[in-house]
């Protein structure tokens, strides 16, 4: 569980590295999770998960992966809210699996029921990595062996993956890929942040295609965000425009396979020009209509603070930014969930005492917003809030030190 001592962590890059500071600190009394759970052999379960990140299939079913050592664990709600299925283990040898909020396994249930998941795992090297992929086709009783995404002889470094599986089932993984800064660095040329790539799959997951850059000079260490749309991927990702201005991108592939060479939309004019990572990605929700809902955090010359625009033209132009939160209590790392004609957005502020979890909520498609409310709160650390939709109601996922996982309906 991380500790929700850090609120912006910056990742300094150069060329011979990374170095971790901090911006915003404070420094509420730590929980920590039970005894139990910090032993070698502790026994699987979702109380003791480092992370967790929950999806519904199309039956209703709650699945949950987690990090729990060095392996990744997926388990399925039974009739009660906390009962869960006894957990099976993904990857069956040891991994350096990544386990932040930014950085988390990622769990998709396709339309026949087939599971997917992937994660990152950490290289000797310092800040590289390897995005494994593996999938269970028997409801979640066996999976895989995980295998690299990665189609290089020797993976460079392939880290914050984002994997989504389109209605026709195919599966479609995107990350942020060391190689052409890598050949460029070789070739003595500039190369501003790294870039992002994607493969795809149209055989549940037994083979993935060539792997294919989708743009350069992406930021280093942000989540990325990604939804389908009529079988054609959307994503938005923090990019580096001009020397070192860290602000958004999107783009909606060209058809489902090619991203196509169209110049991305600038979702903001945020001008956060940093020589760093901000290690704080974007979220991203599409509504029935094909409107495009999204949250980010910026800390540029012409805004600060979170943020949402809505496309309802696919993508070519969003809204102007709308600000939220209450910069006094630090907010942070806000999600973005839609339902309908409604869109809910969720995001952590710590009020000097406790974490809260704050709420506001649209119910005309993000055009105009309710006021702000408090859902949830703890005083210890906690992981980022996740919202996630069974196609009826939409939920907050929330994993907390001092109370574990919460799933908390939102009116």
Known sequence: MRSPTVVIGLLVCTLTGCAQTEVH?????????????????????????SVSTPTFDKKGHLWVSWVQGPH??????????TEFAAPVRVNPQPEAVEHNGENRPKIVVAGNGDIYLSYSVRKPQPYTGDVRFSRSLDGGKHFSPPSSISDEARPSSQRFDALAVSASGRIYLAWLDKRTKLAARQEKKPYPGIALYFSYSDDRGA??????????????????????????????????????????????????????????TRVS???????????????????????????????????????????????????????????????THPHIASLGKRVF???????????????????????????????????????????????????????????????????
């Not at 404070?26 to 502790?42: E, N, R, V």
């Not at 991927?233 to 060479?261: I, Q």
């Not at 209509?289 to 600060?304: I, K």
């Not at 703890?378 to 919460?406: C, I």
């Open 345 to 411: 957005i969720v995001w952590k502020e710590f009020d000097g005492k406790q974490t809260q979890i704050r709420m506001m909520q649209s119910t005309d498609y993000g055009k105009r917003w309710s006021a702000v409310s408090s859902v949830a709160t703890t005083a210890g650390a906690s992981d980022h809030p996740l919202l996630l939709s069974n196609g009826l109601q939409v939920y907050l996922w929330w994993q907390t030190a001092a109370e574990g996982h919460r799933r908390l309906m939102l009116n």
């Open 25 to 49: 600190r404070h420094t509420p009394k730590l929980s920590t999770l039970p005894a139990h759970c910090t032993t070698p052999d502790a026994t699987p379960s979702l109380r003791c998960a």
């Open 207 to 264: 083979s993935f295609s060539p792997n294919q850059i989708i743009r350069h000079h992406s930021c280093e260490c942000c989540r990325l965000a990604m939804v389908i749309n009529n079988d054609r991927p959307a994503l938005m990702w923090r990019s580096v425009y001009g020397k070192n201005v860290r602000d958004h991108s999107f783009m909606v592939f060209k058809n489902p396979t090619n991203p196509g060479v169209s110049t991305p």
């Open 269 to 331: 004019q945020d001008q956060w020009a940093i020589d760093a990572c901000p290690h704080h990605g974007p979220a991203m929700s599409m509504d029935k209509e094909g409107t495009y809902h999204t949250v980010w955090f910026t800390n540029g010359t012409a805004r600060q603070g979170l943020f949402y625009a809505r496309s309802s033209d696919g993508g070519n132009r969003f809204s102007p930014p709308l600000g939220f939160g209450n910069p006094k209590h630090q907010s």
């Open 72 to 81: 990744v664990y997926v388990s399925r709600q039974g009739r009660e809210e």
